[in-house]
Every structure is written in C-alpha cells, then in structure tokens.
C-alpha cells in the first residue's frame, strides 16, 4: 500500500565523544524513508539546495525510495550541526542554517496523492497541513513535531491534531503540549486533542502507544555499540509505518507489531553515521532482531 513521507533531508555535522563527522546524509524524511523501505517502497516529498549531490539521490533510489517528490530549489540544502554528550541523552545544536528549508512550499506530485498512509515528518505545522490537504483520501496519517511548534505556532498544531490519525512525541514534548507531568495522563490529554493514537518515544528506556483500543509497552532494544543516535526517531517512525502500510492495516494487533518493527529499524541506525547502517541490512537481520525483541517482551 502506498506510503508517502513529508519532511527534510539535509547534511548534517555531528559531534559525538568518539568521533566526528561532517556533512553526513540525514534529515527527517531521509531517515524515515530509508527504515520504511524495509517494508513499502516510500515517496518522499521535500526540497534541497544546488548543493546536494546526485549520489545521494542515488543512494535513496538504491533503497527502493521514489523521490519524484524532491524538488532541486536554488540556494544550498538545509543543514544542521549537533553534538552528543558522552550518556547520549543530552544533545546541544550547535548550528541551524534553514537555506532552501525557510521557504519550503510543499508540492505533492499528483502521483502521490492517491496515498494511503502518510507520514508528516518534523516541520511548521502550517506547512505539514498545506501538504496533507493535497493527498485526496487517506487512510492512517501519522505527524511528528517538536518543542518550537508547541511554543511559537500552537494554534497550527492544534488544527493539525485535529486532522490527523495518529501522533509521535517524546517524553519533553507530551508534558509541555498537555501541561501534565505524568506521561499517561498526558498521553490521555492529547488524545483529547484529536487524533486516536499516540506514541511516546523514551529514548533508551523504550516507547508506549496508547489509544482508545490499544495499550502497548516496550523497551529499546540493547544496542551494545551506539555510535551516533541522529535520526533514530524518524528510524522508529519510518518502521512503524512501513509495517503499518505494507499491512494496509491500522487495528490494534498491527499497531503492535509496527511498534517493534520500529523499534528494530531504530536499533539498527544508532550504530553508524547517517543511513548507511539502516539502508544495508538485508531482510533476514530485521526479522532476526524483532525474533530477539520479541523474545525479550514475550513471558
């Protein structure tokens, strides 16, 4: 079933406590991309600078993405730098340049807008929601978002919310959205909200989905050698809704697979740079590391 992701991609400097890298393939979009062409080939919609090299369009044709959606903008790609602290937990940006980024219109191909299942990566909520009334009928539509939204443009994201299926936070971004401290009750109050579901991202200690039919808890799966974890919520994500849209299924029994689908798509992309340590796994390690996390979740 079709997949169609909304979002960024972009070069990114990073600075971990063992290495560094500079202009490294990532964006939003990018890392959600590649872990749901696990499972569907996705279409990507965004925009990129002159500066962005053919080979790394090739590199997301090679994994099976359709990027007729990605629009060549005059100026330079958007880029970003960050650096880890040594727990992994603490990140500080220590650059944003916007470029082509600042004035992103999205255009959906008239060949993706037949999608069924679409996923509105990390952007202003204006933009995600000009982008979704572009796709005719969807089925199950996901949207990401961030502590700058919740703050600068509520009003937006609460018209968003109220169009969309489903929504992933992080612990930080459900407490300042709802006001609540406690994550079940703050995942109750977003729900209230709009949208039917809701994922919780908590890092290294695991995610929960809660919606009016569906409870489901589990851990991250122990990665014994994290070397950088950029992207690996847009990984999550990525797995999450592949499963969900190669299934042409949003019912509860789905939803919990999806959950560790996207949990195993995660693990994969913290053990190298960019999309590489993702794009290279064959479909017999993705089934052997959600065989292992089933394992551990499984009395």
């Known amino acids: 079933m079709s997949l169609l992701v909304i979002g960024t991609l972009a070069y990114d400097d990073i600075e971990t406590a063992h290495d560094t890298r500079e202009g490294v393939l990532g964006g939003s ?33 090679t994994a099976g993405v359709d990027v007729t959606g990605v629009e060549v ?143 489901f808890s589990l851990p991250a799966y122990p990665v014994q050698n994290v070397v950088d974890p950029t992207g690996a919520g847009d990984s999550f994500a990525g797995g999450f809704m592949g499963y969900v849209s190669s299934m042409s299924s949003a019912e509860p029994e789905v939803l919990r697979k999806a959950m560790l689908h996207g949990t195993v798509t995660a693990s994969f992309c913290v053990e190298g740079f960019g999309i590489g340590p993702l794009a290279s796994r064959s479909q017999d390690e993705l089934a052997g590391r959600y065989d292992d996390l089933l394992g551990i979740v499984t009395v």
């Open 73 to 215: 903008a005059k100026g330079d790609t958007f880029r970003w730098g960050g650096r880890y602290e040594p727990d992994w937990n603490t990140r500080h940006t220590t650059f944003t340049r916007l470029n082509v980024l600042e004035h992103f219109d999205p255009k959906v191909p008239q060949s993706f807008r037949d999608s069924k299942y679409v996923f509105l990566a990390n952007a202003a909520p204006v933009v995600q929601l000009k982008a979704l009334e572009q796709v005719e009928h969807p089925e199950f539509v996901m949207a990401d978002t961030m502590n700058l939204w919740i703050e600068i443009a509520r009003a937006d994201l609460e018209a968003l919310l109220r169009r969309i299926d489903a929504i992933v936070l992080n612990d930080e971004e459900a407490r300042m959205l709802t006001g609540e401290s406690n994550l079940i009750r703050a995942a109750s109050a977003v729900l209230g909200m709009g949208p039917r579901l809701v994922v919780l991202k908590k890092g290294e200690h695991g995610a929960f989905m809660m919606g009016s039919d569906v409870h």
């Open 29 to 61: 979009a990018t890392y959600f991309a590649v872990a749901a062409s696990h499972f569907v080939p996705p279409r990507l919609v965004g925009v990129v600078g002159e500066d962005f090299e053919e080979n790394d369009l090739a590199q997301l044709r």
